[in-house]
């Protein structure tokens, strides 16, 4: 009955113009790929798991094909969202092009936290996890040294780990998209204010904090782009395959979001953007004093100057408190997503990763 | 024949939207912006949680009553299986360094017997060539 209906409206929208016809052709395929079409596929390049702790695991990635650069890279994730962002698609991954140029790449994927990880803090996971899997990463690497990346929020974790570990043989930090001073963070900095966002009821309350609620928070940064931009697109390019496919692992990752420990997002709310300790060498943990000064590893800091959830003027500060005799900062023209995957990504940020790590691993 | 039409309501929607869109996107950045939209937000997030303490306080006591586990007793288990792996995890960490540490001095001890086989020969060799100098070539009558 629906079949045959549609069938008629075809028939009677082929004796349409050329225009309307186009028009309703690309109705009925967002109208397709919003309904009907299966998820794609992600995280494809080929990894083995080398070690687990609760519900992390340190992924290598392509171990049989051969290391020329024998420097082994740990990438760190953020604690939101899934990090098969830095390996979303064949010819649109991070991981795969570093792989395939020779480095010997790992991954600390934190898994999804439950309900009895909402006591985790920040310290656990940059004291507890990152060190494990530091030390695994050089065994299985048979390395004396290696690199970290560190994005958005894993850059920021990253940075601590660093300056208190200054006796681990890290060569290399690279940083992207990571915010480091917090004093003006924009919207979130009225948002979060202490007078009116109740952070320990909040909390308290909810145990870990859904993804539903911190997606929610960022959409609202630029809400007519975020909310609405994404299917504007989709209607106005959905007679674009290629568009097509890149919009579908776009929107997967973005709404596959995973809830956020509820002791460490207490903490990074109140130290990092209600306090902004980090930057200023007031931050503690388990005692020990952070200091940024205590970075001595080459550094490359990448920023995108259309990112709202971390603007280059929260980025960029890190190079001055650092003590590392080579360190780069790099501005590119992208946002804080597309930083890491689409053309802006495979054209500029994977080479100049790719060539910055192999410079600094002679 | 190439046809248009007159009236494309998907092109008119775009071209809305494409107008529109900074004018209400500076509007929508500057009540973002003001201190009464924090407030507001504030305000509607404590309504909220009060509203989700109820359900959380509610459907505990209902599990309760049924004898039914609720979701912080099951979480306590999954600590419980946690908090023991942990304890695995440190013992294999224990264990490692600890095959470093017999491997370190393995080696060391390997390196210390060669070096000592290597003075031995060369204890040897001097005694040999210490022998060959004293021993006549052509044994003296008496």
């Known amino acids: 009955m629906i079949y045959s209906s549609m069938k008629e409206v075809e028939s009677w929208v082929d004796k349409m113009p050329d225009e309307y016809k186009s028009s309703y052709n690309r109705f009925k395929r967002m109208t397709e790929v919003l309904t009907n079409e299966p998820e794609p596929l992600v995280g494809q390049t080929p990894k083995e798991v080398i070690w687990t702790k609760n519900k ?18 740990l990438m760190v994730y953020a604690l939101i969202n899934k990090p098969y962002i830095l390996d979303l698609a064949p010819g649109n991954s991070l991981i795969e092009h570093l792989t395939n140029q020779g ?7 934190w898994g999804t936290p439950g309900y009895e990880d909402r006591h985790n803090k920040l310290e656990d996971y940059i004291m507890d996890y990152i060190p494990r899997a530091a030390k695994k990463v050089l065994q299985t690497s048979d390395a004396k040294e290696f690199s970290m990346l560190g994005y958005c929020m894993g850059g920021t974790m990253t940075s601590i780990f660093a300056a208190l570990h200054p006796e681990l043989p890290i060569r290399n930090l690279i940083f992207m998209t990571s915010p480091f001073d917090f004093s003006d963070a924009g919207h979130y900095t009225n948002w979060l204010d202490k007078r009116h966002f109740n952070l320990d009821k909040l909390v308290d309350t909810m145990g870990n904090i859904p993804h539903e609620m911190i997606d929610f928070g960022n959409k609202l940064l630029n809400p007519i782009p975020n909310f609405y931009g994404p299917y504007m697109s989709l209607a106005d390019r959905a007679d674009n395959e290629g568009f097509v496919e890149g919009w579908k692992l776009m929107q997967k990752w973005l709404k596959d979001g995973i809830p956020f420990p509820g002791e460490a997002y207490r903490q990074w709310i109140r130290d990092f953007y209600q306090e902004n300790k980090l930057i200023n060498d007031k931050l503690y943990v388990r005692g020990h004093q952070v200091k940024l000064s205590n970075i001595k590893a080459n550094i490359l800091n990448i920023a995108a100057s259309r990112d709202n959830i971390a603007a280059p003027k929260q980025v960029e500060p890190l190079n001055d408190k650092v003590s590392s005799k080579s360190k780069a900062f790099h501005l590119l023209e992208t946002g804080h997503v597309s930083v890491a995957v689409g053309r802006k990504a495979i054209n500029e940020t994977f080479p100049l990763v790719d060539k910055w790590l192999r410079d600094h691993s002679k | 024949m190439s046809q248009t039409l007159p009236i494309d309501p998907f092109k008119i929607w775009k071209d809305i939207y494409d107008k529109t869109e900074a004018a209400w996107n500076d509007a929508i950045q500057d009540s973002l912006g003001k201190e009464s939209f924090s407030e507001g937000m504030g305000q509607t997030l404590n309504n909220y949680l009060q509203y989700q303490e109820f359900v959380t306080n509610t459907a505990e006591t209902y599990l309760k009553q049924f004898n039914m586990p609720t979701r ?5 288990v999954a600590s419980l299986v946690i908090n023991l792996e942990n304890k695995i995890d440190s013992l294999e960490d224990q264990l490692e360094s600890l095959k470093d540490d017999s491997t370190k001095e393995i080696n060391s001890l390997k390196r210390t017997i060669s070096s000592l086989d290597k003075k031995l020969d060369s204890i040897l060799t001097a005694i040999e060539n210490n022998d060959k100098k004293t021993t006549p070539a052509v044994p003296t009558k008496k």
């Open chain 1, 56 to 73: 992390t695991k340190l992924y290598r990635y392509q171990p049989a094909v051969k290391k020329t650069n024998k420097v082994p890279l």
């Open chain 1, 103 to 109: 480095h010997d790449v790992y991954l600390l994927d």
């Open chain 2, 72 to 76: 912080g007793e099951v979480a306590n």
